[in-house]
Nanobody
Framework: QVQLVESGGGLVQPGGSLRLSCAASGIIVSIYTMGWYRQAPGQQRELVAAITSGGTTTYADSVKGRFTASRDNAKKMVWLQMTSLRSEDTAVYYC?????????????WGQGTQVTVSS
């Protein structure tokens, strides 16, 4: 059974920092691109950051320079370090594991963790 479990969300003041964690089980994490997505109320889910199996990272323009994604395949863990948080970063953050090879495709989602940036 595949599970992605996020943790680390919470309430933080503008300018503050949070570190989200995603613990994976039931998959060979090393072959997956691991992503962080977020969804604010009334908004579509959007990609925040992704880190490939080779360690290449991509970020949404809105978080470049503020957020850092990292992974440890041996521990089956993925993290999202968020700094200089803004009110517009408020959303539910989801961990995603995505694998595509030819016609083979699998994708898994965590249950999400709430991040609220407010004074």
């Amino acid at each position: 059974q595949v599970q992605l479990v996020e943790s680390g969300g919470g309430l933080v003041q503008p300018g503050g920092s949070l570190r989200l964690s995603c613990a994976a089980s039931g998959i060979i994490v090393s072959i997956y691109t691991m992503g962080w997505y977020r969804q604010a109320p009334g908004q579509q889910r959007e990609l925040v950051a992704a880190i490939t199996s080779g360690g290449t990272t991509t970020y949404a323009d809105s978080v470049k320079g503020r957020f850092t994604a990292s992974r440890d395949n041996a521990k089956k863990m993925v993290w999202l370090q968020m700094t200089s948080l803004r009110s517009e970063d408020t959303a539910v953050y989801y961990c995603n594991a995505d694998y595509r090879f030819g016609t083979i495709e699998s994708s898994y989602w965590g249950q999400g963790t709430q991040v609220t940036v407010s004074s």
